[in-house]
């Protein structure tokens, strides 16, 4: 039997109650199967969520064949009614990357044609490998464009079409899918086959920079950070760019010509000194 996917119904539930249908040993400790769960299993890119049966650890979480496997650092009873309760924020964590991913994704794909062939979100940030090459004018574009559809705050829709309607979408994937597939419509600048967790809003993802880009397989290889991570990589940067700053007696903004001049200044300084590394007086006389 299929476990029930609550996190489908309801991404930002934290807690919830379920029947253990089975507990056998595992390696790192029992494999519990419920009829229900809002634990997220590792799948699409996206890690899986953690937290705890009862008082039970469940560090892992794994799907296979529609049947949800929860890895916990103790035995639960067959039959027993069991609370469970999710780190909410790794799950938020991951709802902000991946919605982000999709926003950052379609605009790329809409701009420039490029199709993400490569996602995870890993730390301390997302890898998305896109399939052309990508310029830093390119890549700025795509950032402010994907930061308006943020401002925007459009609704985010996650579901099943019927296979009629599938029929009629154009829609972003990155393999043949057998069966039903789930679809994502981030606000409107993307509609891609997911199985992931999302926010409900774009407005809910907070922000996107691209930390990093780079060649990578014909393509461009970039590191992303969403939601709060982006906060926090914004706010370390300008701590460093006020460091550097004051070292230079330069605001931050102003930092790259203060550079500039000093390496002008470092160059004259080159230029102007002897031509020759001076020899010690014993050898003067040879």
């Known amino acids: 039997m299929e476990t029930e996917k609550l996190f489908y119904k309801d991404p930002f539930l934290t807690e919830f109650t379920a029947t253990v249908l089975d507990c056998q040993p595992g390696k790192n400790g029992y494999i519990v199967t419920l009829d229900r769960t809002a634990f997220y299993p590792e799948g699409g890119g996206q890690p899986c969520d953690t937290g705890a049966l009862g008082t039970a650890l469940v560090p892992d979480v794994q799907e296979h064949g529609g ?105 972003r994937s990155k393999k043949e899918i057998d069966g039903a597939v789930r679809l994502v419509d981030a606000g409107g600048a993307d509609l891609c086959a997911c199985c992931g967790t999302h926010v409900s809003t774009t407005g809910q993802v907070g922000a996107i920079k691209i930390l990093s880009a780079q060649s990578y397989k014909g393509g461009t290889r970039l590191a992303v950070v969403c939601g709060e991570r982006a906060h926090q990589s914004i706010a370390a940067a300008w701590q460093d760019a006020a460091a550097v700053g004051t070292l230079l007696s330069s605001a931050p903004g102003r930092l790259l010509p203060a550079v500039q001049n000093l390496q002008t200044a470092e160059a004259a300084l080159r230029s102007t000194g002897p031509s020759r590394r001076a020899r010690p007086a014993c050898c003067a006389a040879l």
């Open 67 to 171: 049947v949800i496997t929860h890895t916990v650092s103790a035995a639960l009873p067959v039959g027993q009614t069991v609370e469970g309760r999710i780190d909410w924020a790794r799950r938020r964590d991951h709802m902000e990357q991946h919605t982000g991913e999709h926003i950052l994704s379609g605009t790329l794909h809409r701009l420039f044609g490029a199709e993400n062939v490569g996602f995870h979100i890993g730390s301390p940030a997302v890898r998305m490998d896109m399939s052309v090459p990508l310029t830093a004018g390119q890549l700025a574009e795509a950032e402010a464009q994907a930061n308006a559809v943020i401002r925007a705050d459009a609704p985010v829709r996650c579901w099943y079409p019927a296979p009629e309607d599938l029929a009629k979408l154009t829609y």
